[in-house]
């Protein structure tokens, strides 16, 4: 199964600050894309999926870059309630692999 | 609430006994996923179902693990013969089909080896 690569972090941002991850996969032949959220111990939640044309949700813009194998996550004006684990996550069905290989996650710390 | 339902929540077993996860996919879902979840690491994908067949079950453990989803009634992700590497949490996905279509996940059971 092909791996899905993103920084760890933590990312200690203040309230207000715009941050940007990125998250890099290995298998050109993936179809589709997502950021997934996951709180402390609780189960990922869908933040938005990424489309090739890139996609804006409020505060929220994802972004793909096929030819360089790349997805980014930008959150402009960040709450605190934006602390949380960022998954990027790759669905390579088709490609021999059915379910979704989520990267590690990017720790996110908003600070007042 | 049509959501993913997992349970139980907590599951606490000793080396040894069986354990077993149940999991009901959102309304109108026919996809389910399982996935497994370390301390401090990552999901992992264990096992793709519809209903009575296995379709992928490419990270499942070759041994103690299985899983089915039959006609009737819930998804089972069995363990047997628990160890202590066992503990984690499980999580359960569903997603209407499969082409390009998200997963919305339940709240996962943490399974503890004692």
């Known amino acids: 199964r092909k791996e899905v690569e993103q920084d760890p972090g933590p990312f200690n941002v203040p309230e207000g600050a715009t941050v940007a991850f990125n998250c890099t996969y290995s298998n050109s032949a993936s179809q589709s894309f997502f950021w997934y959220r996951q709180d402390c111990r609780k189960e990922p939640k869908l933040l938005m999926s990424v489309y090739s044309s890139g996609n804006e949700d409020g505060r929220f813009t994802a972004q793909l870059n096929r030819a360089s194998q790349y997805i980014s996550l930008l959150i402009r004006d960040s709450k605190l309630s934006d602390s949380a684990t960022y998954l990027c996550?790759?669905?390579?069905w088709g490609g021999g692999a059915d379910g979704l290989t989520f990267g590690k996650g990017t720790h996110l710390i908003i600070q007042p | 609430n049509a959501g993913v339902m997992q349970n139980p929540r907590h599951l606490v077993r000793r080396r040894g006994q069986e354990a077993r996860l149940r999991c009901s996919p959102m309304k109108g879902h026919s996809h389910v996923y399982w996935y497994r979840q370390l301390p401090e690491e990552g999901l992992k994908f264990m096992v793709y179902l519809q209903k009575e067949n296995i379709i992928d079950e490419s990270g499942m453990p070759k041994e103690r693990f299985s899983a089915e989803f039959p006609k009737e009634g819930p998804s089972i992700l069995r363990i047997q013969q628990v160890v202590r590497g066992d503990s984690a949490a499980y999580f359960c996905a569903s997603s209407p089909g499969r082409d390009n279509q998200p997963q919305h996940f339940g709240d996962g059971t943490r399974l503890s080896i004692l």
């Open positions: 996550v790759v669905n390579s």
